[in-house]
């Protein structure tokens, strides 16, 4: 016993070995390179936050100093006279029913290819991950006139589904892989106690599939935000339009007016909510990625 104890205590007394010292400065150069990248990333949003409260000659003649007394009234004139508040609550309409509507779809035909296995599984999934890849800007002609003759061009419903369609291959893949990850025998359980199909899907295998959900809905909502082309094609209504399209024609009349103080006050509304939605789910996020890819 005493030998024992004494061994214990010669391992605990050695020093840490080279291999972890040289592990930790092999790990400078990355952690330098992400500080980087984050410095590079951060400051040009503080910089457009911070000009947001700047007078006009504040913004041209002292660009990178704090305002002498924060203008709020730039944001005022922003949601007011140059219609952001018009062209945000259009995309909050536009996002919210076409996010809804793709995590409804996408995750309908991901469990059923994930978990049902049926003749031409495997050729509609690799359908799904093909479309990814898909330029959209190739299918903008064919889409327009689809859009135009269905009567559905510059209206809520057209964009809705539009935008629906080119999130729901994404949806699907992302999905398929973490619906499969979930474990069979709850499923077989429930199915014993009676419930049927459906029941299984939205009252046992949706809620253990939280995590993902949450995951793949926040990637959704960046990527309809700030959506460009399609509402720049399908939706040519000045009254419908979203967030990216009225950015786009303050860009130009504040240009020519030298409003540059209104124009950043846009670009940060237009930057909040992407940026809350970000920090508050970034955990969802990462925990969503870590269960799906972990069988």
Same mark, same amino acid.
């Given at each position: ?56 000659d ?34 909050? !309409? /536009?996002?919210?029913?076409? @996010?809804?509507? *793709?995590?409804?779809?996408?995750? =309908? +035909?991901?469990? &059923?290819? #994930? ?30 006139? !689809? /859009?135009?003759?269905?009567? @559905?061009?510059? *209206?809520?419903?057209?964009?809705? =589904? +539009?935008?629906? &369609?080119? #999130? ?31 029941? /299984? ?11 993902g959900l949450?995951?793949v ?15 720049l ?43 809350v939605?970000?920090?508050a ?15």
């Amino acid at each position: 016993m005493t030998v024992t104890r004494e061994r214990a205590a010669a391992v605990a007394a050695r020093p840490a070995p080279a291999r972890r010292v040289r592990r930790s400065g092999a790990a400078f150069p990355v952690h330098l390179a992400m500080l980087a990248w984050a410095v590079v990333t951060a400051l040009p949003l503080l910089w457009a936050v911070v000009s947001s409260f700047k007078t006009d000659d504040e913004i041209l003649n002292e660009p990178w100093s704090l305002p002498a007394s924060p203008k709020f009234d730039n944001w005022s004139r922003a949601w007011t006279q140059a219609s952001i508040g018009r062209y945000f609550l259009n995309s909050v !309409v /536009v996002v919210g029913a076409a @996010l809804v509507l *793709t995590m409804l779809l996408g995750s =309908l +035909v991901a469990y &059923a290819l #994930a978990r049902y296995e049926f003749r031409g599984n495997r050729f509609i999934y690799y359908t799904f991950v093909a479309a990814m890849f898909f330029p959209v800007f190739l299918a903008l002609v064919p889409l327009f006139f !689809v /859009v135009q003759q269905l009567g @559905l061009l510059g *209206t809520y419903p057209g964009l809705i =589904l +539009v935008y629906a &369609a080119y #999130a729901v291959p994404f949806t699907v893949f992302f999905l398929h892989a973490f619906f499969r990850t979930l474990p069979s025998e709850v499923a077989e359980a429930a199915f014993i106690d009676g419930c049927s199909h459906s029941g /299984v899907f939205f009252r046992v295998m949706l809620p253990m599939a939280r995590p993902g959900l949450v995951a793949v809905g926040i990637f959704n909502f960046l990527g309809l935000w700030n959506q460009y082309l399609l509402p720049l094609v399908l939706n040519p209504d000045p009254d419908r339009y979203v967030l990216a399209q009225g950015l786009a024609a303050l860009s130009v009349s504040q240009g020519y007016r030298s409003d540059w103080s209104g124009l950043f006050a846009g670009l940060t509304i237009a930057m909040l909510p992407v940026l809350v939605a970000y920090v508050a789910f970034q955990r969802h996020i990462r925990a969503g990625m870590t269960a799906g890819a972990v069988k």
